[in-house]
């Protein structure tokens, strides 16, 4: 008789360069990688855990191998997670690794299995970390072939980083805060940056604080995205009214079933979605672009922030994520 069967381990991944934003800084990666098998049948995950969240790669693969597989009652049975793990990096790893599993098992896609078929995801932002203001720039410069850039801000002289990128770069620009602003001081940069074209603004000032977010949206001629400040579909719901919309990532809703229920939320409050992504290699990116079309914008360049990727699935064709026509998430390489 079969039964499920799990391994865990945690990969550093080499970054391509030094990334910054508001708050830290990364010269490597670590991700969480799980396997769950069932018979000849495996399924891979992976979740980079942030400290942010109050979590660390080993709490992550502690919480993991602590799981009971005895809880599922095999491959298909992907809604048992969310009765034996909350939302969050274990979960996430779980998740992805069970999808991986059950569509690998049915020989159909993640994307097929989720019920998205063959629909394309919109084009991916890549990102310009925080440095100094030429070596911005000069990363945008190598990103002008791509049609729309994410820059972080939230640092002194984010303003007149942004407006140098701009004078160079033509196409769409985002920013991302990292709650590196008071509630003052957003409203007061937000109006600056508009003159720049800005289609959206990430987590403006430090999560927790719903008024001050809604005080920032007022003042904002840029939308006004929350990251930070939300994790499950709960959290979607409390911030209506407060964001024009939320930035979504498999570690924060603890996998592909949290993150549809929450795009459901914020859909019926008339909110926007994104989907984020960490310093990923394929696995969870291509996760991610699984259900990355229910999302309004997506920004899932992980595997371009690696010295190489490690684990592909997708393939990039400049910022166009071309899904593979394979079982599960159609991986080429695992990590064991």
Request: proline letters at 7%; glycine letters at 10%; charged letters at 25%.
């Amino acid at each position: 008789m079969n039964t499920l069967r799990m391994e865990a381990r945690l990969i550093d991944l080499p970054l391509a360069e030094r990334f910054t934003i508001a708050r830290q800084t990364w010269t490597k990666a670590t991700s969480l990688f799980v396997e769950v098998a069932y018979g000849d049948v495996a399924g891979w995950g992976e979740v980079q855990p942030a400290e942010r969240w109050d979590e660390t790669p080993t709490s992550a693969l502690d919480e993991v191998v602590a799981v009971d597989l005895g809880a599922f009652s095999g491959p298909f049975d992907l809604e048992a997670l969310g009765e034996v793990l909350p939302p969050g990096s274990a979960r996430c790893a779980l998740d992805i690794a069970f999808h991986d599993l059950a569509a690998r098992s049915a020989g159909i896609s993640v994307r097929e299995l989720v019920g998205l078929g063959v629909r394309e995801p919109e084009p991916t932002s890549v990102t310009v970390p925080i440095a100094d203001p030429s070596t911005m720039v000069e990363r945008a410069l190598k990103l002008s072939d791509y049609p729309i850039i994410k820059t972080k801000v939230g640092f002194d002289g984010d303003i007149e980083a942004m407006r140098s990128i701009r004078e160079i770069y033509a196409g769409r620009l985002r920013v991302d805060a990292n709650e590196g602003w008071d509630v003052g001081m957003a409203a007061e940069r937000l109006q600056a940056l508009a003159e720049f074209d800005i289609e959206l603004c990430e987590q403006p000032i430090p999560s927790g604080d719903p008024d001050g977010l809604r005080k920032v949206r007022e003042a904002s001629p840029i939308p006004i995205y929350a990251d930070e400040d939300v994790c499950d579909s709960k959290d979607v719901a409390r911030l209506h009214g407060c964001v024009d919309g939320v930035n979504l990532k498999l570690r924060k809703t603890g996998g592909l079933r949290e993150f549809i229920r929450c795009v459901a939320v914020a859909r019926t409050l008339g909110m926007g979605v994104m989907i984020g992504c960490d310093l990923d290699s394929g696995i969870a990116i291509t996760a991610g672009a699984s259900v990355a079309p229910l999302a309004d914008f997506v920004d899932l360049d992980g595997p371009l922030l690696l010295t190489e990727d490690p684990y592909p699935g997708l393939e990039y064709e400049g910022a166009t994520l071309r899904l593979p026509d394979a079982p599960g998430l159609g991986l080429r390489k695992v990590p064991w």
